[in-house]
């Protein structure tokens, strides 16, 4: 119990479930890539195509699971989505080379990084951190994570969104600038990863806005899908 306010403090991490174990991963931490597909980079008028990717996190109780509600965020009027591939860690290291990177992982998830793009302008714009346009409620849902799986997969596969019904965003995960063991050894040079992480690896062309009442199908070839409902905003 908290001395100062007599309520109980949060002991239990949040959880993403997993398939084929019949159980639950526990979430430390979530990474995000940014700017990893070209065709994104293009369509957001970034000038760098071929830097080093750079990281920013999410809080982990800002996972949602599949067939979750989002409520519609405060502080913006456009709330956009961007699908990705999400590599869960079950071990850890620092300095992790690109052949090893691969033996890290745990499995592999359907995740949606949710964007308030306004606000991530104004903080682009203005030369500040992300996390205002990144980092708030229900902005990283992720899908039942798959075990087992061969790395070799997501080399050539296929990564969509529909809203509606409609399809927005349709790219592979082939087209990644910085592959899925570039992506865990760079980040492995700037902090010690552990068994637990998520790393949310970055989103191809066409992300757009949605708004309340909109349901949100998100795919990759061989995983689990994620499905979503945009919900009023909360009160």
Avoid at 213 to 224: S, T, Y
Wanted: contains cysteine.
């Amino acid at each position: 119990m908290s001395a100062q306010t007599g309520h109980a403090l949060p002991t239990v991490a949040p959880t993403v479930a997993a398939i084929a174990s019949g159980g639950a991963f526990p979430v430390r931490r979530i990474y995000c890539v940014g700017r990893n597909y070209l065709d994104h980079i293009r369509e957001m008028k970034e000038a760098d195509e071929r830097e080093p990717p750079f990281f920013f996190q999410k809080p982990r109780d800002a996972i949602v699971p599949d067939g979750g509600r989002v409520p519609y965020p405060p502080f913006t009027s456009d709330f956009q989505f961007e699908v990705e591939l999400v590599v869960a860690l079950g071990k850890g290291g620092r300095d992790i080379a690109v052949k090893q990177a691969n033996s890290l992982i745990w499995g592999y998830a359907v995740g949606i990084d949710f964007t308030r793009r306004d606000r991530q302008r104004d903080a682009r714009d203005m030369r500040l951190p992300w996390e205002v346009g990144k980092s708030f409620d229900a902005s990283a849902p992720c899908g039942p994570i798959a075990q087992g799986l061969d790395p070799a997969h997501f080399n050539d596969c296929t990564i969509t969104l529909a809203v509606n019904g409609s399809e927005r965003q349709r790219g592979n995960i082939g087209q990644m600038i910085w592959s899925v063991p570039e992506v865990i050894a760079q980040l492995s040079k700037q902090m010690k990863l552990e068994a637990g992480d998520l790393i949310y690896t970055g989103t191809p062309a066409g992300v757009a806005p949605v708004v309340p009442g909109d349901h949100i199908a998100a795919h990759i070839d061989g995983l689990p899908p994620l499905t979503l409902t945009i919900t009023s905003p909360e009160k």
